[in-house]
């Protein structure tokens, strides 16, 4: 199949994705409550490792969406509704993240975090299914692809990598193991995981610009800082970044057969856009769709567009994989 490449302009007059669906009919959030609308569903699942909290929605054929650093379901609440005529979803939040508490000392490497997908598809006894990650769940549902090809599980059909964490992309390369290390672990206990008056700086940077945040992305992502702790989990993610970027680099070139849809904005200041094209190439079946103007999370600040491009891409006829 040629490579494809679709730049899709955003007009600034856009309806907003939560002026489509307010907030309270999607996700009323607050410090201490998270509430799913009607049609979509709540769950949790034992695993090896702890109990994890998913939400699902929609019939046909499976979709499991694995959110970035600091998301959870939440960050799905305006691509579900959107899915759900074309496909059964599931929004996990991984151990530690969102909702789903972690045990002390869980590894949380890239490879640890995969492997626990494949324990949910297990669990939920699902066959073949597509899987979708955005950021740091772009390099999970990478090294989960690479897990399905070690051990020869063919359910794995299509991956869906909406800007994912990639060796070629500067920021994560400095900023990360900064974060890491001794000094920048202490600024960020000392500022970021206190003091509450900075959350809108970091969601800030995701997004092309402050107008484009949806009314209520805030609230939304500051409910597993108050019940979770989600920080000190991210914290101990960064102490794997460099280790991990490797294993993701080496994990590549076996998945190369998997039909990909690689999804990014244009402005993405937190996974740059200049990585997508060495990440494209080590696809042979893929195609790339880029959003102009948009953040590192197109699917709030897109979310027709994003919803759009996925359904195009999940009604399309499955082909084999490895």
């Known amino acids: 199949m040629p490579i494809e490449i679709q730049k899709t302009q955003v007009p600034e007059n856009r309806i907003q994705p939560h002026q489509v669906q307010p907030a309270p009919e999607v996700f009323h959030t607050s410090s201490r409550q998270s509430r799913v609308p009607a049609g979509i569903e709540e769950h949790w699942i034992e695993l090896a490792g702890g109990r994890m909290r998913y939400l699902q929605c929609g019939s046909g054929p499976p979709l499991i969406l ?17 899915l759900a005529p074309y496909a059964t979803v599931y929004a996990i939040d991984n151990l530690g ?10 590894d949380c490497s890239v490879r640890a975090t995969a492997d626990r997908v494949s324990q949910f598809a297990d669990a939920m006894g699902i066959g073949d299914f597509d899987l979708l990650g955005t950021s740091h769940g772009g390099g999970v549902a990478i090294m989960t692809a690479k897990l399905s090809v ?37 600024v960020f206990r000392s500022t970021i995981e ?13 997004f092309s610009e402050g107008s484009k945040i949806p009314a209520d992305s805030l609230a939304g992502y500051r409910v597993p800082v108050f019940e979770n702790h989600v920080f000190r989990h991210a914290a101990h993610i960064l102490t794997n970044w460099t280790a991990d970027l490797k294993e993701i680099e080496q994990a590549l ?25 060495p990440l494209r190439r080590n696809f042979r079946d893929v195609r790339l769709v880029a959003f102009d103007g948009v953040g590192h999370l197109p699917y709030e600040e897109a979310g027709q567009e994003f919803s759009a491009a996925l359904i195009e891409f999940v009604t399309a006829t499955r082909k084999a994989t490895p």
């Open 150 to 186: 070690e051990r020869r599980d063919p359910r794995l059909k299509r991956l869906i990598l909406v800007a994912p964490v990639n060796p070629w992309s500067p920021h994560g390369k400095r900023l990360a193991p900064f974060l890491a290390s001794p000094i920048g672990s202490f």
């Open 97 to 106: 993240a969102g909702l789903s508490t972690a045990p002390a000392g869980m």
């Open 194 to 206: 206190r003091w509450r008056l900075l959350d809108y700086l970091w969601l800030r940077r995701l």
């Open 253 to 277: 070139p076996a998945i190369r057969d998997y039909t990909t849809l690689l999804v990014w904005g244009t402005r993405d200041r937190a996974v740059h856009f200049s990585s997508a094209e």
């Open 66 to 82: 694995v959110h970035g650093l600091m998301g959870y379901a939440f960050s799905w609440r305006f691509s579900m509704p959107a």
